[in-house]
Nanobody, 121 residues
Framework: QVQLVESGGGLVQAGGSLRLSCAAS????????MGWFRQAPGKEREFVAT????????HYADSLKGRFTISRDNGKNTVYLQMNSLKPEDTAIYYC??????????????WGQGTQVTVSS
């Protein structure tokens, strides 16, 4: 069982940066692939990025490569999402998730409550 708590969301102007954090409970954090997903108003939830348990592998949504960076600190049971050059279309609730395999997003079955990111123009 993994419990996830996101933080770091807020209001930022276009072009600005934010770093989201997701703190996980439990002693088996490094066994889980971790990911970030987002859901904008009126849209379905979409994939942002995932990272393997040891942090060696990462996957990104093509549209976000170069602006967003996922990382993790297994000593702190925390995964991060650094977001740069933010655009109004990045406005969404951002969710942290955990699963057994970086390539199997369909198996990510532990979810946080989400943190709101709002980018003003």
């Amino acid at each position: 069982q993994v419990q996830l708590v996101e933080s770091g969301g807020g209001l930022v102007q276009a072009g600005g940066s934010l770093r989201l954090s997701c703190a996980a409970s439990g002693r088996t954090f490094s066994r889980y692939a971790m990911g970030w997903f987002r859901q904008a108003p009126g849209k379905e939830r979409e994939f942002v990025a995932t990272i393997s348990g040891n942090g060696a592998s990462t996957h990104y949504a093509d549209s976000l490569k170069g602006r967003f960076t996922i990382s993790r600190d297994n000593g702190k049971n925390t995964v991060y999402l650094q977001m740069n050059s933010l655009k109004p279309e990045d406005t969404a609730i951002y969710y942290c998730a955990a699963g057994p395999d970086i390539s199997r997003r369909d198996l990510f079955n532990y979810w946080g409550q989400g943190t709101q990111v709002t980018v003003s123009s």
